[in-house]
């Protein structure tokens, strides 16, 4: 560390233990790493006080130090996530942290309008918030801890993340590391924090906290309703249940490969995967032999779809946390299928109102309803997707039936002939996002939506037309 920064720092903790002496009762155990939630967002407020009189320019280098920081622990991090939550698989962790540390937008996000006439210039900008409260999931966690840290920072704010109790090592690591990159670039200390043992009464503490501005809340729907009740701004990104429909006109092989790669990410964990196809019958067939050849496994047996129904959805009806984001292979070497290659999904044949269909599984499980045409299957895809407008995907290569369908999901997400992450910004145009905000209406959220637009006027000038 350079000599000012060690100053800087020495000069913080001083002061810091000035203000507040029986601080020293409470110790940090990592950096940005808190014994209570009060605590953690009483540094944080402090923090974001100082961060607010930095340039933009210096917030710039805050989050390229983020990005230059986190990419050679890409792996580390990937294999500390798999490892303590036990979902997913090691290479997508690593294309979702790398998307996440390269496509997430910083400052740039943030853009200035301008009205002018002949009463002056009236502007409209993005300014912070204060303290943001991130709650973030176990599917994803580095990953959107990472691209929440960069947008909100980028907005000026500081943040308190309620990380997944199951994910709370690798969440606390990764904030000590986000907090000593930040420090690195601005000499701030604090600006991302967490506390030692995260759980639902402290995410609920946090809701209730006067000292945060805003909530960010990433996870199933349970927590996004408790957050949208709380009487605080909320961006609520929850549950999904996409659908993926396939009509005759399709480019079948490449449907078949996409829909395959998509619902097999990550095991399936990723909110916005295809977690059913909704297939016309003409090219049904067709469909599975080519989602065959790209390692997709086909049961045909009743008796051994309902093993795996038996198997993977616990008796309250919920997904088998044992089964969630577990490999295809794993799954069916417990139905008692003995595979010797690594299986990517387990597709099968089912009516509509199969529980496969209807529940967000999380599992390289993947559905397939036959319809007799293309109209049935809208009618089968708005109903499996329940409105809750997160996500829908379609392989045709008629255009007037993908603008119907667009307009009838009305999804935060529609992706047209591509796997679903094209969705996020994996090989897809646009910004990457971990927070996909339905319920409240953000889409993809990015810096813009963790700022507060402000009118700003002046009379009598700078209208130079
Ligand atoms: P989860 O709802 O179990 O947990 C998410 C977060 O909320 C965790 O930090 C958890 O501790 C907290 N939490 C849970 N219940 C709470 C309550 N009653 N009060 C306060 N806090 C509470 O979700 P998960 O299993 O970690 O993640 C998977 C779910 O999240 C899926 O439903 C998935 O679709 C959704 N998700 C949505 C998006 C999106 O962008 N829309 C992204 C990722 C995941």
Not at 134 to 161: E, K, Q
Request: proline residues 4%; glycine residues 8%; aromatic residues 6%.
């Amino acid at each position: 560390m350079q000599d000012d920064k060690l100053k800087e720092l020495i000069k913080n903790l001083v002061q810091e233990y000035v203000a507040e002496p029986n601080r020293a009762c409470a110790p940090i155990i990592q950096a940005g790493v808190f014994g209570t939630v009060n605590e953690a967002i009483a540094a944080a407020k402090k923090a974001q006080e100082k961060y607010e009189e930095l340039s933009l320019e210096m917030r710039r280098k805050v989050i390229e130090s983020i990005r230059c920081g986190m990419r050679p622990l890409i792996n580390e991090y990937a294999q500390a996530a798999l490892d303590e939550t036990g979902m997913g698989r090691f290479e997508d962790k690593v294309a979702k942290l790398t998307l996440a540390i390269n496509k997430t937008p910083g400052v740039e996000d943030l853009r200035t309008e301008a009205e002018t006439g002949d009463n002056g210039m009236t502007l409209y900008e993005l300014s912070a918030y204060g303290v943001i409260g991130a709650i973030t999931p176990s599917t994803n966690p580095v990953d959107t801890l990472v691209c929440n840290a960069i947008g909100m920072l980028a907005a000026g704010n500081s943040v308190f993340f309620s990380v997944h109790p199951g994910a709370k090592n690798v969440c606390k690591q990764a904030v000590e590391k986000l907090n000593q990159l930040v420090f690195d670039a601005c000499g701030i200390q604090n600006m991302i924090v967490t506390i030692n043992e995260p759980s639902i009464e402290a995410a609920q503490e946090l809701m209730k906290h006067p000292d945060v501005a805003l909530l960010v809340v990433t996870g199933g729907p349970g927590v996004v309703r408790q957050a949208m009740t709380s009487g605080k701004k909320t961006i609520g990104a929850g549950a999904g249940n996409p659908p993926a429909i396939v009509d005759e006109t399709a480019n079948i092989e490449k449907a078949a490969a996409d829909i395959v790669a998509g619902a097999s990410f990550d095991n399936n964990i990723l909110c916005i995967a295809e977690k059913s196809v909704i297939a016309v019958k003409d090219i049904v067939s067709y469909l599975i032999l080519q989602m065959e050849k790209n390692g997709a496994y086909y049961v045909n047996e009743p008796d051994v779809i309902q093993k795996l129904v038996d198997l993977t959805i616990a008796e309250n009806g919920s997904p088998s946390r044992k089964f969630i984001g577990k490999n295809a292979s794993y799954i069916l070497q417990e139905a008692g299928i003995a595979v010797d290659y690594d299986v990517r999904v387990i597709i099968m044949n089912v009516p509509k109102d199969h529980p496969f269909v209807v529940k967000e599984m999380l599992m390289p499980i993947l559905p397939i309803v036959t319809t007799e045409n293309f109209d049935e299957a809208l009618c089968v895809g708005l109903e499996v997707e329940q409105r809750l407008l997160h996500t829908a995907v379609m392989h045709s290569q008629n255009i007037g039936r993908l603008n119907k369908a667009a307009k009838k999901f009305q999804t935060s997400i529609f992706v047209k002939n591509g796997p679903s992450y094209a969705g996020l910004g994996f090989g897809g145009e646009g910004a990457a996002t971990f927070t996909i905000a339905t319920p409240t209406g953000e889409c993809t959220t990015t810096a813009k939506d963790f700022a507060r637009r402000r009118r700003c006027v002046l009379t009598d000038g700078f209208s130079i037309r």
